[in-house]
């Protein structure tokens, strides 16, 4: 077992783990992985490579060849995270709803999950790591000390989803925002390897009658007591 502790947040889109992620991390000093960036930009990189389509099944083995050299790194500025695909800022470009949609896509594909694997565990250095996604307590790391996995109503997820569409100055309806989340939801639950599902030892937490302060104080108690713990076994 790692002596490197990790704590990871997972659960469906729009449920705040992005935000609870980086204040978590932003507060232990601790390095963050936002694993569906990974997927995101996966998609995009596969998009410009002309090797997805809208209507057609993804070539899993070409695919996964762009996954091994997937040129993809992550640099922080003033507190905010950007990434980069080459020498070239992403960042905006994989936000946006369509992208979320291509990744959920490409994320069904066993071994595209495989070839991205040791990229994501590479992000377990001193002093810890807070990993947001949707496997990190059931697939990537699994020896994990805090499992946290996230849920909030439809409903609610797709008002703050579109809050933070309008934000950043996308256009959408709640409506849109609301068919996305479900369609996402549902092919991250149903997929055969890595399904979006609390891992059995995670804690669940239900944001949905919670505002973001309120969540971060649940989560912030449960780190308390688990880093305790994990240090005095050390
Ligand atoms: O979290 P985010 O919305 O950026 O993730 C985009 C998509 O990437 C998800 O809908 C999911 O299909 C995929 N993903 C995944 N495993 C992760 C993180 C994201 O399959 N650990």
Same mark, same amino acid.
């Given at each position: 077992m790692s002596t490197v502790p990790v704590i990871t947040i997972d659960g469906p889109g729009g449920v705040g783990k992005g935000t609870l992620s980086r204040l978590l991390a932003r507060r232990l000093g601790w390095h963050l992985l936002d694993s569906g960036a990974i997927y995101r930009a996966m998609g995009l990189a596969a998009v410009r490579a002309g090797l997805?389509?809208?209507?057609a099944e993804p070539d899993e083995s070409r695919l996964l060849r762009l996954a091994q050299d997937l040129p993809l790194r992550f640099a922080e500025r003033q507190g905010e995270t950007l990434i980069f695909l080459g020498d070239q800022e992403i960042t905006q470009e994989v936000r946006s709803p369509e992208a979320g949609q291509r990744a959920s896509r490409i994320a069904a594909l066993p071994l595209l999950r495989e070839a991205l694997l040791q990229r994501q565990r590479d992000?377990?250095? /001193?002093?810890g790591l807070v990993a947001d996604g949707r496997d990190m307590g059931t697939v990537?790391?699994?020896?994990?000390p805090l499992k946290v996995f996230l849920t909030a109503s439809v409903e609610e997820r797709s008002k703050r989803r579109l809050k933070q569409l309008l934000e950043q100055g996308d256009s959408a309806t709640l409506e849109s925002v609301e068919a996305e989340i479900i369609e996402r939801d549902r092919r991250d639950r149903e997929?055969?390897?890595? /399904?979006?599902q609390p891992a059995p030892d995670a804690r669940i937490l239900?944001?949905?009658?919670?505002d973001i302060e309120e969540s971060f104080r649940v989560l912030a108690g449960w780190v308390d007591d688990t880093l305790g713990e994990f240090f005095s076994r050390q």
């Open positions: 997805l389509f809208d209507n992000f377990r250095r /001193p002093p990537v790391f699994p020896d994990a997929r055969s390897v890595a /399904p979006l239900d944001s949905s009658h919670q």
